[in-house]
């Protein structure tokens, strides 16, 4: 890499910073919980406490972790699927922070349900997503909203081939395992379950499926009060009503 396109990369990723930085200080207040921090937690306004969800402890987590990076990662508070959240009683949190977690959802439509159910009323959602419009996952085809519940009534399971497959030929950060023949690697990845971005969205995509779950029967009550390009990412506020 030259040292323009280095530049360019510092510039690019001190301004998304800023960008969250922004949305958290205006937003962000009391007590939550923040999911798959690892080693880049949201920098938090004064007052503002979170604790650190992940999918295993904070030891099993270092282990999947090159040495230079696995000293960074946050001490994991809670246990859990960060979809599901089981552990987490209903209405408990004054927020709820997933920072590039959605895409990785095999469901995000219970996703979603689950992280606004944890979240008091007045409470806020915080949520930033890749634009697919500015990454190497360019090419992919955006997820629908027909595609996301199909995948809520039906489970997951109906897609995830397609999934795999769909990363191997379009997407990127794949593992050097499976850097193989595009069949061998779409296998490994099944094998392994291995947490791909399942999902890509531009900013239309994204909105329609916020329009769509706010009309949803059942699904909690809630506002998009901030939407911003941030950017090769897109952050949201969902405020939880009832």
Request: aromatic residues 8%; hydrophobic residues 40%; contains cysteine.
């Amino acid at each position: 890499m030259d040292l323009r396109r280095l530049a360019e990369s510092f510039a690019t990723s001190f301004r998304r910073y800023a960008g969250r930085l922004h949305a958290a200080d205006r937003y962000l207040r009391g007590e939550g919980l923040e999911i798959g921090a690892l080693a880049e937690p949201l920098a938090l306004p004064k007052g503002a406490r979170a604790r650190y969800v992940d999918i295993a402890p904070t030891e099993e987590l270092r282990k999947l972790y090159p040495r230079g990076k696995r000293r960074h990662l946050v001490d994991v508070d809670v246990v859990d699927d960060g979809e599901t959240l089981r552990t987490v009683a209903n209405e408990s949190q004054d927020f709820v922070i997933a920072n590039h977690f959605l895409e990785h959802a095999e469901d995000p439509i219970t996703a979603i349900q689950n992280l606004l159910r944890v979240v008091r009323r007045g409470g806020v959602l915080y949520l930033t997503i890749p634009d697919k419009r500015f990454d190497a996952e360019e090419q992919r085809e955006a997820t629908s909203y027909e595609h996301l519940l199909r995948d809520h009534e039906q489970g997951p399971e109906v897609s995830r081939s397609n999934h795999y497959a769909d990363a191997v030929q379009n997407g990127a950060n794949l593992p050097a395992a499976v850097e193989t023949a595009e069949d061998a690697a779409v296998a490994v990845l099944e094998w392994q379950e291995h947490r791909i971005r399942f999902h890509c969205w531009s900013q239309t995509e994204i909105l329609e499926l916020m329009v769509k779950l706010q009309r949803r029967s059942g699904f909690p009550i809630f506002e998009v009060e901030h939407f911003s390009k941030n950017q090769d990412e897109m952050v949201l506020i969902l405020r939880r009503k009832a």
